[in-house]
C-alpha cells in the first residue's frame, strides 16, 4: 500500500498526477484508489486482478498502423505504419490472410526521425518504420503477422490502429482545460462505459464541433421574415400541449417565449398546472396573461404526468397536438417546418423532428439524435421519435389520450399508438433539429437510473403495441437503460434452405457448416451447397463425405464462370424451403439462436429479409447494417466498432430497418426472393446484395436488422483477383447499373440513414 500528499489549490491548475503501478507483480491482486482530505474519503478507483487482466496489453510490442490503401484494379495494397519491440527482442514482420497465406509481398523499411522527434523512440531504434505492398484482393482480411521468438501475432489491417504510444502523446498534445472540460461533459452525457471506449479512439481531429455545426444552420431574421409571411395554402391550427409541474422560472420561461419567436404563427400554448405551490400559475398570470394563445389550468391535484397532459389536452381546440415538456425549447421554425411539410403532402398525420440536448442554463448543446424517417422495428426497440412530435387531432379521437399506468413512458405508449392509427404512410420525419431536450439532475435525459420505472413503463408499453398488433413476440429491457429487445415467439417451424456457394476452401465450408450442426437450437433446415469451378479434388471428396454423412446437405454443380448473383438464384430454384438462409461459406454461427431470432422477424408479413450482426475474427463489427450512399453506392456501418460498444444512440444493438443488409448472411422469405426476381444476374460480384434488397423494399417489404443473431466472418480468398481489363470493366459497369436503376435514393438519400450525418465514414459521425 502506498499514498501520495498532492498539494495545491483546486483552480483548475497543479492538480493533475499519474501513477505508475507495476501490474506485473504477482503478489498485487487489487488496485484501489482513494482520495481523502480533512477526514474523509473517497473511493476513486476499485478494480480485482480478474479486472485488471482485461485491461492489461500483454503485446510485447507497440505498433501503428497509419496508412492502408487497397487499389482494387490493381489488387494491390499499401500498409504503411510503425513497429517498435519494447523489450528488444527481434522482431520480423509479413503479411497473411485469414488462411495464413503470405500474398506476393513487397516489403521496405524505413527510419523514422519524426518518431524520434516525437519522443516515441530512441535514435537507435529509428529504423522501425515499414512500407509493406502487397498482392490483394477485395473483400479479403489480411493481418500484419509480428513474429518472434515466441511465436506470432497477427494484427487485422482493415481498420487502422493507434499505438498506446501515441495514443498517449495524442492525448497529452491536444490537452488543455478546454479539452477537459469537453471530456467531463462527455462523461457526464454518455456515462463511463461509452466515456471509456471513446478513450480508446483518441482525439478526432475531424470531429465537426456540433455547436458551431448548429448556430450555421439556425434560421437567420431574413429567414424567420420569409417564414412568417409565407401564404400556406392549409393552416392548421397547432395546439402545443404541456403539462407543469413546479417548473423551476428561467425553464418556464424560456420554454414559453421559444413557442411565441415561432415564424407559424397559428398555434395555441396549453399548460396544465400541476405544481405543489402557486409559482407557476403566478409568473403565467403576470407575464403573459393577456395573451389569448397562452391558457393555463391550475389543477386541484397532481394527476400525474399522463393525467396532466390529458388536462392540457382537453384545453386544446387545434387541428394539430403537439407534445411539449415544460422545461425545454423549440427552435423558432419548428412548427413552421412541420406546416411546410403538411402543405407539400396533405395527407400525413403524425410529423416528428430532430432533436438534442442542452445544459441546464440552454448554453451548451450537445448529443444531437438524428433520426431515420419512420423505423417501426427501432421504435420498437426505443422511442426514438420522442421530440419533437405533433399528431393530427383525428387520431387522437381514434386512439385515445394518454394512459396513466404507463406514467414514465407515456409518450412512447401515445406514440406507439398514433403510429398504428396513421400508418407509416402517413408518418413524416422533419430532418432537422427543431427541439432542445433540457437536461439537469431531475430530468430522464441527464440521469437516466432517476426514473427506473419509466424503462419499466416502456417495456410494458412495447409489449401493448404487440399484443395490438397480434403479433405474437415478448418485449423486455436489454442492457441499456431505455432500449428494448423483442422475442417472437415461432407459431411453426418452417424449412430453411441455407443456400451456400462455395469453391474449394473446404475448411471454411467445415467451420461454417460444423457451427451450425452444434450450436444452432433450430434444427429444421437443409444445406444447398452451390459448388462454383472447384479446382482441388479434396473439395469433391469432401462434398461425396457431407452428403454421405449428412442428410440435410445436398450439393449442386454450377458449371458457369463464377456469378454471385447467379449461383444463388441457382440454388434458390433447387431449394425446398419456405425461408432461404443465403450464407457465406466464411463465416461462423455464435449464438444457438441465431436462426430463430432472424426467423422470428422474417416470419412477420410486412418483413421481407433480415440481417444479422457479423464480427470480424478480432471481435469488431463487420455488418450492422447497409447505408446507401455511404463510399459513392453503399456501406455497412460501423466497422470497426468494438462488440461490446453500442454504437450511436445504440443502434450497433438495436434492431432497426434498413434499406440493406448484406447477404453473407441474410434470411429472405421464399415468396418474397420470387416475387422480386431474385437476384439481379447483371451484377456478377459487387452490389447484387444491396440491389436485392431495394427491390425487396420497392415490393413494399421491410429490411431488418437483427443484432442478437450473431456470426463471425472470417472474409478468406474464395475467387481471384480483380485483375484483369475484363473484370475492372465488368466492375464499373456493376456500379453503372446501380446508378442508373437506384438513382432517386442516391439522390435523395437513405430514408433509413438521415442527411445531416457523413457518408464518408460508418460510424454515423456528423457530416461537416
Same mark, same amino acid.
Given at each position: =500500500?502506498?499514498?501520495?500528499?498532492l !498539494? ?7 492538480i ?5 503501478v ?12 482513494q482520495?481523502?482530505?480533512?477526514g ?18 500483454t ?5 501503428q498502423l497509419?496508412i ?8 494491390r ?9 519494447l ?23 524505413v527510419?523514422?526521425?519524426d ?6 523512440v530512441? %535514435? ?23 513474429s ?32 477537459? *472540460?469537453?471530456? =467531463? ?5 454518455n ?6 471506449t ?6 478526432n #481531429? ?7 455545426? *448548429?448556430?450555421?444552420?439556425?434560421p ?6 420569409a ?13 402545443i400541449?404541456?403539462?407543469a409541474?413546479?417548473?423551476?422560472? #428561467? ?14 404563427t397559428?398555434?395555441q400554448?396549453?399548460?396544465a ?10 409568473y403565467?398570470?403576470?407575464?403573459y396573461?393577456s ?16 393525467g396532466?397532459?390529458n ?5 386544446a ?19 413552421f417546418?412541420?406546416v ?8 400525413? %398525420? ?15 448543446y450537445?448529443?444531437?439524435n ?18 419533437f412530435?405533433m399528431?393530427k ?6 386512439v385515445?389520450m ?6 414514465g ?12 392509427? +396513421?400508418?407509416p ?24 437510473e ?19 398488433m ?7 429491457k ?9 422475442k417472437?415467439i ?11 456457394p462455395? !469453391? ?33 479434388? +479434396?473439395?469433391?471428396?469432401y462434398?461425396?463425405?457431407? %452428403?454421405?454423412?449428412?442428410p ?31 450464407l ?20 412477420r408479413e410486412?418483413?421481407?429479409a ?6 470480424y #475474427? ?14 459513392g ?22 434492431? *432497426? ?23 439481379n ?15 425487396i423494399?420497392?415490393?413494399g ?13 472470417y472474409?478468406?480468398k ?6 484483369t481489363?475484363?473484370?475492372?470493366q ?7 447499373t ?16 438521415? #442527411? ?11 457530416? !461537416?
Amino acid at each position: =500500500m502506498s499514498s501520495k500528499q498532492l !498539494k495545491g489549490k483546486t483552480n483548475g491548475e497543479g492538480i493533475g498526477f499519474s501513477l505508475y503501478v507495476p501490474l506485473s507483480v504477482p503478489e498485487i491482486t487489487t488496485l484501489a484508489l482513494q482520495a481523502n482530505c480533512a477526514g474523509q474519503s473517497d473511493d476513486l478507483l476499485d478494480r480485482k486482478k480478474s479486472q485488471l487482466d482485461k485491461i492489461m496489453d500483454t503485446l510485447p510490442f507497440d505498433y501503428q498502423l497509419e496508412i492502408y490503401l487497397q487499389d482494387v484494379n490493381k489488387g494491390r495494397t499499401n500498409a504503411v505504419g510503425w513497429l517498435l519491440s519494447l523489450d528488444g527482442t527481434a522482431l520480423s514482420l509479413s503479411v497473411v490472410d485469414s488462411q495464413g497465406r503470405e500474398p506476393k509481398t513487397d516489403k521496405q523499411f524505413v527510419v523514422r526521425k519524426d518518431l524520434v522527434e516525437a519522443g516515441i523512440v530512441d %535514435e537507435d531504434h529509428q529504423t522501425c518504420g515499414f512500407n509493406l505492398s502487397f498482392d490483394s484482393e477485395p473483400h479479403t482480411q489480411y493481418y500484419l503477422r509480428v513474429s518472434g521468438p515466441e511465436g506470432h501475432t497477427d494484427l487485422p489491417m482493415a481498420h487502422p490502429k493507434q499505438s498506446r504510444i501515441s495514443l498517449v502523446r495524442s492525448y497529452l498534445g491536444a490537452m488543455s482545460q478546454e479539452n477537459v *472540460r469537453k471530456a =467531463m461533459d462527455y462523461l457526464k452525457e454518455n456515462g463511463v462505459r461509452q466515456f471509456m471506449t471513446r478513450l480508446k479512439y483518441g482525439p478526432n #481531429p475531424n470531429a465537426v464541433n456540433y455547436d458551431e455545426w *448548429r448556430l450555421s444552420k439556425l434560421p437567420n431574421e431574413q429567414t424567420l421574415k420569409a417564414q412568417r409571411e409565407t401564404q400556406f395554402e392549409y393552416t392548421p391550427k397547432i395546439s402545443i400541449i404541456v403539462a407543469a409541474f413546479n417548473t423551476p422560472v #428561467p425553464y418556464l420561461k424560456d420554454m414559453i417565449d421559444t413557442v411565441r419567436d415561432q415564424s407559424y404563427t397559428h398555434w395555441q400554448l396549453c399548460i396544465a398546472d400541476g405544481s405543489t405551490d402557486d409559482t407557476v400559475q403566478n409568473y403565467v398570470h403576470d407575464h403573459y396573461g393577456s395573451e389569448e394563445k397562452i391558457v393555463l389550468k391550475r389543477r386541484a391535484e397532481n394527476y400525474g404526468i399522463a393525467g396532466n397532459m390529458n388536462e392540457a389536452m382537453k384545453m386544446a381546440d387545434g387541428d394539430f397536438i403537439a407534445l411539449y415538456d415544460h422545461d425545454d425549447t423549440l427552435t423558432p421554425d419548428a412548427l413552421f417546418e412541420f406546416v411546410k411539410a403538411y402543405n407539400e403532402d396533405p395527407s400525413l %398525420e403524425v410529423f416528428y423532428s430532430d432533436e438534442d440536448k442542452m445544459n441546464s442554463d440552454a448554453t451548451k448543446y450537445f448529443q444531437p439524435n438524428f433520426k431515420p424517417d419512420f423505423n417501426i422495428d427501432l421504435l420498437c426497440s426505443n422511442n426514438y421519435i420522442c421530440h419533437f412530435f405533433m399528431v393530427k387531432k383525428s387520431i387522437i379521437d381514434q386512439v385515445g389520450m394518454f394512459r396513466k399506468e404507463y406514467d414514465g413512458a407515456q409518450d412512447y405508449d401515445f406514440i406507439l399508438r398514433c403510429c398504428e392509427a +396513421a400508418g407509416p404512410e402517413h408518418i413524416h420525419h422533419v430532418p432537422k433539429v427543431l427541439y432542445h431536450w433540457r437536461t439537469h439532475e431531475q430530468s430522464t435525459s441527464s440521469n437516466p437510473e432517476s426514473k427506473m420505472y419509466a424503462f419499466d413503463a416502456g417495456t410494458r408499453a412495447v409489449q401493448a403495441h404487440y399484443d395490438r398488433m397480434h403479433i405474437k413476440a415478448v418485449a423486455s429491457k436489454s442492457d441499456w437503460l431505455g432500449w428494448y429487445r423483442t422475442k417472437y415467439i415461432l407459431q411453426s417451424h418452417p424449412l430453411i434452405s441455407i443456400i451456400i456457394p462455395n !469453391k474449394d476452401h473446404t475448411d471454411d465450408l467445415d467451420r461454417c457448416i460444423q457451427s451450425i450442426e452444434k450450436k444452432s437450437a433450430y434444427k429444421n433446415y437443409e444445406y444447398i451447397i452451390v459448388e462454383n469451378n472447384s479446382t482441388d479434388p +479434396a473439395t469433391f471428396d469432401y462434398y461425396h463425405q457431407l %452428403e454421405a454423412s449428412n442428410p440435410k446437405a445436398h450439393v449442386v454443380y454450377w458449371q458457369d464462370a463464377f456469378n454471385y448473383s447467379a449461383l444463388n438464384n441457382f440454388g434458390a430454384a433447387h431449394a425446398k424451403g419456405d425461408y432461404f438462409l443465403l450464407l457465406n461459406n466464411d463465416t461462423e454461427l455464435i449464438n444457438s439462436d441465431c436462426l430463430e431470432e432472424m426467423l422470428g422477424y422474417c416470419m412477420r408479413e410486412d418483413v421481407g429479409a433480415v440481417g444479422a450482426r457479423l464480427l470480424y #475474427p478480432d471481435d469488431t463489427v463487420q455488418h450492422a447494417g447497409v447505408i446507401i450512399g455511404i463510399g459513392g453506392i453503399a456501406g455497412h456501418t460501423f466497422i470497426g466498432l468494438e462488440k461490446d460498444d453500442p454504437g450511436y444512440f445504440n443502434y450497433a444493438m438495436s434492431a *432497426r430497418d434498413y434499406s440493406a443488409v448484406t447477404a453473407a448472411c441474410m434470411l429472405v422469405k421464399r415468396s418474397v426472393y420470387e416475387e422480386v426476381g431474385g437476384f439481379n444476374e447483371q451484377l456478377a460480384v459487387a452490389f447484387n446484395d444491396v440491389d436485392f434488397c431495394l427491390k425487396i423494399r420497392e415490393a413494399g417489404y421491410l429490411i431488418v436488422y437483427d443484432p442478437y443473431a450473431q456470426l463471425y466472418h472470417y472474409e478468406s480468398k474464395s475467387r481471384g483477383m480483380e485483375d484483369t481489363p475484363e473484370k475492372v470493366q465488368r466492375f464499373n459497369n456493376e456500379i453503372k447499373t446501380i446508378e442508373n436503376r437506384w438513382h432517386d435514393i442516391l439522390e435523395k438519400g437513405d430514408p433509413c440513414y438521415n #442527411p445531416n450525418l457523413t457518408l464518408e465514414r460508418s460510424d454515423f459521425s456528423l457530416k !461537416k
